[in-house]
């Protein structure tokens, strides 16, 4: 069974720019999860989605948003770059919680750097 | 904000021997998570505990959790060059993928 696929691997942008990445759960994965990683605030939860809805959202700016598709396959935009959001963010796929708790598969992550 | 915090920040050893990572958290939870990560790249998940266990085996890993005292540990035994990394406790709040990251071990084996 594949992975949990990112894209792009890398990006850089420049400040006031927007950036959308995406992210391919594991086949029959309805859950996908978003985090962000930077060496100040280490790992934060920014939102995760289920069955095309958003269930729970971080403590980030609404410069980040996300969308679920009907495939479970998920994106995330940043609107107006800011240094501050270089940083490697990863995408996380896990079965339907519903039925109790599941381990987190996570992707490569994309490595965005703002100059 | 995190909801963990791990202790120590870093620990370096030597092949063979044994690393403890201790992890507390601050809120009741569905279940406690532990992930590895090599250098910047994704996470990989190593074990999961749920609140109503308190004691988990994987191969060298040995995961403990005390509910009462919010928090878990994680052992490795016989330790190996390529444990190298870092290892991150995750928390699973009631009805929800949400996990809340601890602020990580950095561990060194040294061969």
């Known amino acids: 069974k594949a992975g949990v696929t990112q894209t792009p691997r890398y990006l850089i942008k420049t400040r006031g720019q927007q950036v959308t990445l995406s992210c391919s759960p594991i086949?029959?994965?309805?859950?996908v999860s978003w985090y962000q990683q930077t060496p100040g605030q280490g790992l934060q939860f920014l939102f995760e989605?289920?069955?095309?809805?958003?269930?729970n959202k971080g403590n980030f700016p609404g410069r980040f948003s996300g969308r679920q598709f009907s495939n479970s396959r998920s994106e995330m935009n940043v609107s107006t770059l800011e240094l501050g959001d270089s940083a490697l963010y990863l995408c996380?796929?896990?079965?339907?919680?519903?039925?109790?708790?599941?381990?987190?598969?996570f992707g490569p992550g994309t490595r965005l750097t703002v100059t | 904000s995190q909801q963990g915090e791990e202790d120590p920040q870093a620990l370096s050893i030597q092949e063979g021997e044994n690393a403890t990572m201790n992890c507390s958290y601050k809120?009741?939870?569905?279940?406690l998570q532990w992930y590895r990560q090599n250098s910047g790249r994704g996470l990989v998940h190593l074990i999961l505990?749920?609140?109503?266990?308190r004691e988990k085996h994987s191969g060298r890993l040995r995961v403990t959790l005390d509910t009462s005292k919010k928090s878990s540990s994680l052992l490795i035994t016989a330790s190996r060059a390529a444990d190298t990394a870092s290892y991150f406790c995750?928390?699973?709040?009631?009805?929800?993928?949400?996990?809340?990251f601890g602020t990580g071990t950095r561990l060194q084996v040294f061969p």
């Open positions: 995750a928390t699973e709040g009631l009805n929800t993928d949400k996990l809340i």
């Open positions: 809120t009741s939870i569905n279940n």
């Open positions: 996380a796929s896990s079965l339907d919680w519903l039925a109790g708790g599941y381990e987190q598969y």
């Open positions: 989605y289920f069955s095309e809805t958003q269930r």
């Open positions: 505990i749920r609140s109503n266990e």
């Open positions: 086949s029959g994965h309805r859950s």
